[in-house]
T-cell receptor, first 112, second 111 residues
Framework: SAVISQKPSRDICQRGTSLTIQCQVD?????MFWYRQQPGQSLTLIAT?????????ESGFVIDKFPISRPNLTFSTLTVSNMSPEDSSIYLC?????????FGQGTRLTVV | QKEVEQDPGPLSVPEGAIVSLNCTYS??????FMWYRQYSRKGPELLMY????GNKEDGRFTAQVDKSSKYISLFIRDSQPSDSATYLC???????????FGSGTKLNVKP
């Protein structure tokens, strides 16, 4: 299965600022996914990122708040913009795997 | 109603016990079923992957799917303290379709 590297692993940010999370995969993948996992909660899909096209956002998530880039088949970024304490969460990058979904280690974001 | 329901626990068992983790779902179109294990401060890792109904065994882990009841289970035999983690069920309708996750069950195996 694909090896997924995500960084930063954690960060503490001031409200009103933005943070860009990077996701690197060791093989070419068509679709990459970004999830949010709030404390004690399950995974919520933010958006699906295909190379060469605009990301597809789930209900409740908008591009202005969570812009995504997908410049090639092995890399994607998620930006959390104009952060508020409610954005404190774990953000996970995921890729399609023949037997399910593989995940990065996650980025633990705390907004103060 | 959530698409996937999972008891959040926590579930606490002694070492060596058989653990049963369960999820129910409402959409009969789900065909692919997965169990993930998530240690604290880590991303989820895939444990078991099954298609349609039936059982699948891998070492101490057995995944069971009952589509008629819309019910899936994960059994852990001879549980170990290293099994202490949160277990997430997930399912999807078909390949390249979105995943639906349960809320996770926190398991604690006491030495």
């Amino acid at each position: 299965s694909a090896v997924i590297s995500q960084k930063p692993s954690r960060d503490i940010c001031q409200r009103g600022t933005s943070l860009t999370i990077q996701c690197q995969v060791d093989s070419q993948v068509t679709m990459m996914f970004w999830y949010r996992q709030q404390p004690g909660q399950s995974l919520t899909l933010i958006a699906t990122a295909n190379q060469g096209s605009e990301a597809t956002y789930e209900s409740g998530f908008v591009i202005d708040k969570f812009p995504i880039s997908r410049p090639n088949l092995t890399f994607s970024t998620l930006t959390v913009s104009n952060m508020s304490p409610e954005d404190s969460s774990i953000y996970l990058c995921s890729v399609e795997d023949p037997t399910g979904a593989g995940f990065g280690q996650g980025t633990r974001l705390t907004v103060v | 109603q959530k698409e996937v329901e999972q008891d959040p626990g926590p579930l606490s068992v002694p070492e060596g016990a058989i653990v049963s983790l369960n999820c129910t779902y409402s959409n009969s179109a789900f065909q692919y079923f997965m169990w993930y294990r998530q240690y604290s401060r880590k991303g989820p890792e895939l444990l078991m992957y099954t298609y349609s109904s039936g059982n699948k065994e891998d070492g101490r882990f057995t995944a069971q799917v009952d589509k008629s009841s819309k019910y899936i289970s994960l059994f852990i035999r001879d549980s170990q303290p290293s099994d202490s983690a949160t277990y997430l069920c997930a399912m999807r309708k078909n390949n390249f379709n979105k995943f639906y996750f349960g809320s996770g069950t926190k398991l604690n195996v006491k030495p």
